[in-house]
């Protein structure tokens, strides 16, 4: 291409010196798009100029309206019009392209990459050390390297070549920059560690392993914390870079046993606490993100959770950060907003085992809660708070928890919030419309608080008495509200058994497995509302036993509907048979955790067994 245009331009020299000013005038005429005539014959053109009376000469300068054009005409880049730029531009941008599509992306291009890359390191190493006290001689090594790290980028689009990549060594050489004393350089490999293993990658889960195992021989896990523990989150770089490295946590946290590493093997968790604890105007990504983390760590298995419990006043840390919400919710949309989320999922994770119950019974836990409960102006932490009373009286060793709730003063904020949570919600100044969703799920945590108390409470003690009590008042007002919730539970139910009922009878003429089907099925049906219903007729039922002025009402108020307790009782057995099923079903070597879980399911059959005879 050059040397077309050396030729063209080469060729215009030679006309310019071989012709007079003269010649060219008479030779050469220019069209409106800069094109030059020279044909060389006489038009009718040339003889209107003949016989016109003109003075003789050259043309005299053009003004300077025409130079401006002509910069951008024919003589634009070194004389070339502009047809003829677009041509070659045309031709060179083809060119690259042919060029980029000849290069292929396979093994043999990792080798060079590696090799390049590996080049750049030790040349940037040599150069430090020996010119380390005169930074600006390895500065330019320093760049080279950026770039080369940068470059790896492309392998996140080629997963199949990760084990190319770890054979060659370049996955230890790319976790050895993480302690790097330029930390931009370490920030531009942690983000290309994230990049490679982040869950967006395509990759198989063998090459990811394959990946993944390279980096945490070669440390990465302790090289990780070194740099978010020097990294000065003031800079805007290593915000960044603490950002990076909470998302490559996020990313290895998926496989259970990196999760109990990070957690229990490392020294993240102190770093965690100290990070959703600092004190900013207003929460920053980061202090969002490091609360997502935890939470994702602390419900990866029971091991974390234990271990966060017993690693200090963790529970009354959440707690107490968890405090000043009882008064506000969180602005929608806000990383504030994520971080109270991801407070109370720690929490409701906590309370689901002995030792967590017990530190928030001892953080006073159950009376923040509840204040939350009263506040008529929340909506966020109310709903949260249910959830979290839900799971903490739920269970084993929940007995002590069940009598402080009714100690509290509990029961009146609950059966409020049940009364209210089918009924619309009061327009205010400041309204705040709740999901159908959260609205199904505060639902769900009222009934199996109420069925916790009725499980717990021993018969005739004085918290059972005021328990009791309540759903006596008022003429009964709680049982229209319960029995309306079962009959709403139950009619979408029976919308989705018969879709399911349908699909079982396509899957045996088609003979796939109904088993492989089996779970989708019964997700469908807890999205109905079968949790729900089943705990709405076991609450029905313990009041038929234990009230006879209940059981009246009950019975009345079904009969509305031409329903009667024989539906209470067929949602029950359905409920015992598959406990029943699913207890047949488990096999495997039982864990402390599972026994525990059996004890409990065999209390709860016991429960149904009894109580179906009262129907």
């Not at 953080?363 to 929340?378: C, F, N, P, V």
């Not at 509990?410 to 919030?417: A, I, Q």
């Not at 969703?437 to 059972?464: N, Q, V, W």
Request: aromatic share 6%; net charge negative; proline share 3%.
């Amino acid at each position: 291409m050059q040397e077309c245009r050396a030729s063209m331009i080469y060729s215009r020299n030679q006309i310019y010196q071989t012709t007079s000013e003269k010649a060219v005038y008479k030779a050469a005429k220019v069209t409106a798009n800069g094109d030059v005539k020279t044909n060389g014959k006489a038009t009718v053109e040339d003889e209107q100029d003949e016989d016109e009376d003109v003075a003789a000469g050259p043309e005299l300068p053009p003004d300077e309206e025409e130079d401006a054009i002509d910069e951008e005409g024919r003589f634009f880049g070194g004389g070339i019009n502009h047809d003829t730029a677009d041509v070659l531009d045309f031709i060179d941008e083809r060119d690259k392209d042919d060029a980029m599509k000849t290069e292929r992306i396979d093994a043999a291009w990792v080798r060079k990459l590696a090799l390049n890359f590996e080049k750049k390191i030790s040349k940037n190493s040599e150069l430090r050390a020996k010119f380390d006290d005169d930074p600006p001689k390895f500065m330019s090594s320093e760049a080279d390297l950026d770039a080369e790290i940068k470059a790896l980028s492309i392998l996140s689009e080629y997963p199949s070549l990760y084990e190319e990549f770890v054979k060659l060594g370049c996955a230890s050489s790319l976790v050895s920059l993480l302690s790097h004393e330029n930390t931009d350089i370490a920030i531009d490999a942690i983000e290309i560690i994230n990049e490679l293993t982040d869950e967006a990658v395509e990759a198989e889960v063998q090459q990811w392993d394959v990946l993944v195992d390279a980096m945490l021989d070669s440390d990465l896990l302790s090289l990780l914390y070194e740099n978010i523990s020097r990294f000065d989150e003031a800079l805007e770089s290593d915000r960044a870079g603490v950002y990076h490295i909470l998302s490559v946590l996020e990313t290895l946290s998926f496989r259970p046993a990196i999760a109990s590493s990070l957690l229990q093997s490392t020294s993240f968790l102190p770093w965690l606490l100290r990070r959703i604890q600092a004190k900013e105007p207003a929460v920053s990504q980061n202090k969002q993100y490091a609360a997502e983390i935890l939470s994702i760590l602390v419900q990866s298995s029971t091991s974390n959770v234990s271990h966060f419990i017993s690693t200090g006043e963790n529970v009354d840390i959440i707690l107490q950060l968890l405090a000043p919400y009882r008064k506000h919710d969180p602005e929608k949309g806000t990383n504030e907003e994520e971080y109270v989320e991801n407070l109370f999922s720690i929490l409701s994770c906590c309370v689901n085992i002995e030792s967590g119950k017990s530190s928030f019974l001892a953080s006073e836990g159950i009376e923040l809660a509840l204040i939350m409960l009263r506040d008529k102006t929340l909506h966020l932490s109310k709903s949260r708070s249910l959830r979290v009373l839900n799971h903490c009286l739920s269970g084993s060793h929940n007995l002590p928890l069940c009598e402080r709730f009714i100690d509290a003063a509990g029961l009146k904020p609950l059966f409020r919030s049940l009364l209210r949570s089918g009924a619309p919600a009061k327009i205010t100044s400041k309204p705040k419309p709740k999901s159908k969703l959260d609205a199904k799920e505060d639902t769900e945590h009222i009934l199996g608080i109420l069925f916790s108390l009725l499980r717990t409470l021993p018969a005739d003690s004085p918290p059972r008495i005021r328990l009791l009590a309540k759903f006596v008042e008022t003429d009964y007002q709680a049982l229209p509200r319960i029995i309306s919730i079962r009959r709403e539970c139950a009619s979408r139910l029976s919308y989705v058994e018969r879709e399911i009922g349908a699909e079982r009878a396509i899957a045996m003429i088609n003979e796939e497995e109904i088993e492989d089907l089996a779970d989708e099925w019964l997700s469908r049906r807890l999205d109905a509302g079968l949790y729900s219903l089943q705990t709405a007729d076991v609450i029905l039922a313990w009041l038929v036993a234990e009230d006879v002025g209940a059981a009246q009402r009950i019975r009345e108020l079904l009969a509305e509907k031409g329903e009667g307790l024989g539906d209470v009782r067929r949602t029950l057995e359905e409920q015992l048979a598959g406990m029943e099923a699913s207890r047949e079903g488990g096999g495997g070597k039982e864990t402390t955790e599972d026994a525990e879980d059996t004890d409990a399911d065999a209390v709860v059959r016991d429960m149904l067994s009894t109580l179906m005879t009262f129907l």
